[in-house]
């Protein structure tokens, strides 16, 4: 006998200006995984602001019962108290502080203020062993990686006698096989009776572990659907309000001679002095050609693209780069940029922009000399400029003058394009360009990849999501552990040829 | 088929129609801080005239509040880049302090023969600031050693050299009078000057100082060429924003502001030129800050210092040298330091062992009242000057009601905080 856990009725939640929810209901059973689907600025997040009192009661219309009781939350602490934990996309640990010490932040098992720290490790020992973490409570957080980052959140979560947990966008950043864990890990929390929500971009965890979907689609809810009606197609359908028959934009490539090739490429760890990352690379791309590079994360793609990208990782660098067949010097990002070779980041918040900055002036940092004279910057120019990109990647502000910090992940990624587009490459470089961004973006992002191409421009994308490097490439190289382990034609590959040739590259590299 | 998914959803278009009077309220909601500000040292001059029954603004008192503010408005320049670019500097005040020792040695004791003319000296001396600068810039860029401690190092070091040079405690003077220009000179009336009314005579025969009303003609003209210039490329850039098809600020706000800061302009100089004319020093610091609101609002490498202190390895990957960018930052303070220590020297017609103690507080003051985030990336040239005058006024307004110095300090600490409390709060709410 199921009974509900938690009803949110007719949330109505508005900024200034805009109006964020608009009678919004959701309605969760005990013991089930709700997925909560919608594009980005939708109103996932601020739903779950409301809830978790981020948003305090009174600054909201509507109602939330929780265990049968209306609750007025007044901030986060008392939604915790009843056992309501969210977890943020943006992690919130320490980093220089051990497992131990994150996990009871605020919360530390003490007599008269002094801690004792070996009930907190006893303590720690025993939920990590729940999260299936194999690391010394003592161990700093800086030192373990996103995916075991996000299963000390989640420790940290049961620590507090979690009921409800609310997990946003988990696995964005996380490798396939740390995702898979965390899936498991919530399907096993199902077992226990805990309760979650699973605010998610990616489809296929959804049809994994969801019971129940709710799509929100600008600030509304669409549709709640159970088990046995989830499906890609409807849950697409639903959240971009119009059917999705492809999902990558088609493309007629025109490829032509070899322009940029990299050469016996070997970088080392700026830190570990002695540990190789990337062993000895050899790539190549061809003019209007799109070309993947897929593997797990921790692969080195990253470090690769960056090292050769004005050494802007790595130490003791060695290689060849050659543009058209001739040797270039990419030893500085100026120089590299000089070239014509451009890197549009990851991680677009700390690498990507200035995120304290308005929009124009994040477009035209990579080329300032393109708007200006004598080192004078025409303002008019940069203002044309900026409105050029805008529209051409369809930037959705409401101008120039936004803050970057301000926008959606989708539209942020977009100012990162532009920034690139302006310096005008010949070699564009995308790492995860469409990490943490809906499927209405992702798409566009597809379109203006799609086109870049046709016009001549040679494009590597890395991406750690198979299904969008089959769909939006020509050709694909496989890396694992710092090396090529497979190249393959697009029309060959397959998620499962791909995942065999890391597999395979594994046996080789130990 | 894909062509379904057009890439311009409806609500872009509701955006693009809202674009025009939300550009207009967002500009003037980012200026109204500057506008604050600026109502803020009227507020405070207003407040000072009144207290000090009208000495604030008695032409005496106005050139002497310039002369010995205006370092601190120099020196906060400088300071204004180094809190942008996301560092601190506190060496500032020693660093004025060693070269002003230094100008004196080399004026005064030294035997350099003619290369002791205070021109050659003047130079010789922001080249060793800027060296200094670059000293210490060096270890902050290339080493990324934090630069409150590389800072706090150079202002132990460079306050104990210059203590050391004086021999002591001593201080070494006097200056020569051509050095001293810089600071107490005025701009000479090369036009003639204006007798309105004739100066008062006593039963002695001699004049009374102070009575009477002549100008200073050279610098009415100037005031008023001025003036005239900045209405004319204010609504020339108006003029040239319209006819590209952009949307200007509202005409209403920019006759308003043009009158308004017209109106002050013109009273100052009047003031000025109702005593001796425009200070010297005044004219340095004018054409320094016209350079540096032009460096930064601009010039390439101004946006670089802002991009580099809002986001310092976002501006790396986007090809810009943040490590030379960071050195240059410091060899700029270095030199605007070392000037302000020539100016302190001037002012006081010698070198003092505490010449420039404790004003990095001030300057660094200043820079955060006008405006500028700690954390780097925000802060205009306009703020910190305009937040320099507010310290100024405030010294020089407490000074003549005979507030005690102690207390001063206190108020200044007060007003320090009010602003940043302000400033966040805003920024909060908004």
Partial sequence: MTSTILEMRDITKTFPGVKALSNVNLSVEEGEIHAVVGENGAGKSTLMKVLSGVYASGTYDGAIVYRGEECHFKGIHDSEHKGIVIIHQELALVPMLSITENIFLGNEHAKFGVIDWNANETRTSALLKKVGLKEDPKTLITNIGVG?????????????????????????????????????????????????????HKLNEINRVADKVTIIR?????????????????????????????????????????????????????IHAERQVIKGIDINVRKGEVVGIAGLMGAGRTEFAMSLFGRSYGR?????????????????????????????????????LNLIDHIKHNITLANLGGVSRHSVIDDLRELAVANDYRKKTNIRASSVYQMTGNLSGGNQQKVVLSKWLFANPEVLILDEPTRGIDVGAKYEIYTIIARLASEGKAIIVISSEMPELLGITDRIYVMNEGRIVGEMAAGDASQEKIMRAIVRGEGKAS | MSTEISPAPKSGVAEEVQQGPRVAVSALVTNLREYGL??????????????????????????????????????????????????????????????????????????LG????????SIVCLVIGG????????????????????????????????????????????????????????????????????????????????????????????????????????????????????????????????????ALALFLVYQFASYKGLPIVLMVMGALIALFVFVTKRMTI???????????????????????????????????????????????????????????????????????????????????????????????????????????????GLVLLGAVVFDVYNKNKG
Avoid at chain 2, 114 to 121: D, F, I, R
Avoid at chain 2, 187 to 215: E, Q, R, Y
Avoid at chain 2, 388 to 396: A, L, R, T, W
Wanted: net charge positive.
């Fill in chain 1, 316 to 352: 003791r660098i060695t290689g060849e780069v050659l543009l058209k067949g001739k040797p270039i010097d990419v030893s500085s990002v100026s120089r590299a940029v000089d070239h014509g070779i451009a890197y549009v980041t990851e991680d677009r918040k700390t690498y990507g």
């Fill in chain 1, 218 to 270: 600008d600030g509304r809810t669409i549709e709640t659907l159970a088990r046995k009606d989830i499906s890609e197609d409807r849950i697409i359908t639903s959240m971009v309000g119009r059917s999705l028959d492809d999902r990558y934009p088609p493309r007629e490539p025109k490829i032509g001679e070899v322009v940029l090739q990299v050469k016996n490429w070997s970088v080392y760890h700026p």
């Fill in chain 2, 114 to 121: 003619p290369l002791s003319n205070p021109l050659v000296v």
């Fill in chain 2, 38 to 111: 600026i109502l803020a040292l009227i507020a405070i001059m207003v407040f000072f005239q009144f207290t000090t029954s009208g000495t604030l603004f008695k032409p005496v008192n106005l050139s002497n509040l310039v002369q010995q503010n205006s370092f601190i408005i120099v020196m906060a320049l400088g300071m204004l880049l180094v809190i942008v670019s996301g560092h601190i500097d506190l060496s500032v005040g020693s660093v004025a302090g060693f070269i002003g020792a230094l100008a004196a040695m080399m004026m005064v004791i030294w035997p």
């Fill in chain 2, 131 to 262: 060296a200094i600068g670059a000293g210490q810039g060096y270890w902050v860029a290339y080493h990324r050693i934090p630069s409150f401690i590389v800072t706090l190092a150079g202002m132990l070091i460079f306050r104990g050299i210059c203590q050391a040079l004086l021999g002591g405690g001593s201080s070494v003077g006097p200056l020569p009078d051509g050095f001293k220009a810089l600071s107490s000179g005025f701009i000479p009336d090369v036009i003639g000057p204006l007798t309105l009314v004739p100066p008062t005579v006593n039963a002695a025969g001699k004049t009374i100082v102070g009575s009477g009303l002549t100008l200073h003609m050279t610098t009415i003209v100037l005031g008023l060429v001025a003036v005239l210039a900045y209405a004319y490329f204010g609504l020339r850039a108006r003029r040239t924003r319209e006819q590209h098809g952009y949307q200007a600020e509202p005409f209403t706000l920019f006759v308003i502001k043009t009158l308004v800061t017209s």
């Fill in chain 1, 148 to 200: 075991k980052q996000q299963l000390v959140e989640i420790a940290k979560a049961l620590s507090k006698e979690v009921k409800l947990l609310i997990l946003d966008e988990p696995t964005a950043s996380l490798s396939e096989k740390d995702s898979q864990t965390l899936l498991d890990l919530l399907l096993e929390f199902k077992q226990q009776g805990i309760t979650s929500i699973l605010i998610s």
């Fill in chain 2, 302 to 412: 101004g946006r670089r210092i802002y991009a580099m202190g809002g986001n310092a390895k976002a501006a790396q990957l986007s090809g810009i040298k943040t490590e030379r960018l960071t050195l240059m930052v410091f060899v700029n303070m270095g030199v605007l330091s070392a000037l302000g220590g020539l100016i302190i020297a001037a002012r006081l017609g010698q070198a003092v062992p505490a010449a420039g103690l404790g004003s990095e507080l001030d300057v660094i003051a200043a820079v955060f009242i006008g405006g500028a985030s700690a954390m780097g990336g925000v802060g205009q040239v306009i703020g910190a000057v305009v937040g320099g005058f507010i310290m100024g006024v405030m010294n020089n307004g407490m000074s003549i009601m005979g507030v005690n110095v102690d207390w001063q300090q206190v108020v200044k």
